[in-house]
């Protein structure tokens, strides 16, 4: 098993940071090697994931379902797939969870989540996992600050042209219009997160 614990800071506003991390062709934009692949019907899609364990490159295909929580800014993904050559199957889980770090002035992303394999392959991926997931998350990290960074920039020029460029804008634009009538509303249900940590 495979178990990863990792934080992400961000110098960008949450609303922001979670608009890339909750849009799966944003994120996969950001990780080397991956390719985003087919939509189901039922929401899930297909993934692909080229990752180097010392001198072999592994490619993983998977089938993914990503749960959204956009009150609380969590979300779930679980996966489910083999190598390349049918030889290691692998699943998963991961949630994570983007807050206001507000002695940063920024965002942080939390990430916590858990694989298990089975095959000829499982052996030599559970040794190098460490190095492997410490070297994408440093880059995922940087990818992810570059591409939360540039459209804050473009923003600033126009607040009316912001609701337009994706549906996620214009609904946080459409919420933010709505706060005064959640003076009234009842306590927020715990969130993804919260369910997880309380297991």
Same mark, same amino acid.
């Given at each position: 098993?495979?178990?990863?614990?990792? /934080?992400?800071?961000?110098?960008?506003?949450?609303?922001?940071?979670?608009?890339?991390?909750?849009?799966?062709?944003?994120?996969?934009?950001?990780?080397?090697? !991956?390719? =985003?692949?087919?939509?189901?019907?039922?929401?899930?899609?297909?993934?692909? #994931?080229?990752?180097? $364990?010392? @001198?072999?490159?592994?490619? $993983? !295909?998977?089938?993914?379902? =990503?749960? =959204?929580?956009q009150d609380?800014?969590?979300?779930? =993904?679980?996966? &489910? +797939?083999?190598?390349?050559?049918?030889?290691?199957?692998?699943?998963?889980? !991961?949630? $994570?969870?983007?807050?206001?770090?507000?002695?940063?002035?920024?965002?942080?992303?939390?990430?916590? +989540?858990? *694989?298990?394999?089975? @095959? /000829?392959?499982?052996?030599?991926?559970?040794s190098g996992?460490?190095?492997?997931?410490?070297? *994408?998350?440093?880059? $995922?990290? %940087?990818?992810?600050?570059?591409?939360? %960074? #540039?459209?804050?920039?473009?923003?600033?020029?126009?607040?009316?042209? !912001?609701?337009? /460029?994706?549906?996620?804008?214009?609904?946080r634009t459409?919420?933010?219009?709505?706060?005064?009538?959640?003076?009234?509303?009842?306590?927020?249900?715990?969130?993804?997160?919260?369910?997880?940590?309380? &297991?």
């Open positions: 098993m495979i178990s990863i614990a990792e /934080k992400i800071d961000v110098p960008s506003p949450p609303a922001r940071v979670w608009e890339i991390i909750s849009d799966p062709a944003a994120v996969v934009s950001c990780i080397g090697g !991956a390719e =985003l692949g087919e939509s189901h019907p039922d929401g899930s899609f297909d993934g692909l #994931l080229v990752v180097r $364990f010392g @001198g072999i490159r592994v490619r $993983f !295909a998977a089938r993914i379902t =990503l749960e =959204l929580d609380q800014r969590e979300g779930r =993904l679980t996966a &489910r +797939g083999r190598d390349g050559q049918g030889a290691t199957r692998f699943s998963g889980e !991961a949630v $994570f969870q983007v807050t206001e770090d507000r002695a940063a002035g920024g965002t942080q992303v939390a990430m916590t +989540g858990e *694989m298990n394999l089975s @095959g /000829k392959l499982a052996p030599l991926i559970e996992a460490g190095v492997v997931v410490s070297r *994408m998350t440093r880059e $995922f990290s %940087a990818a992810l600050v570059e591409r939360c %960074a #540039l459209p804050a920039a473009d923003a600033s020029g126009s607040a009316t042209s !912001a609701p337009s /460029k994706s549906p996620a804008t214009a609904h459409a919420d933010a219009t709505a706060e005064p009538a959640d003076a009234t509303a009842p306590a927020p249900r715990p969130g993804l997160w919260q369910r997880v940590r309380a &297991r």
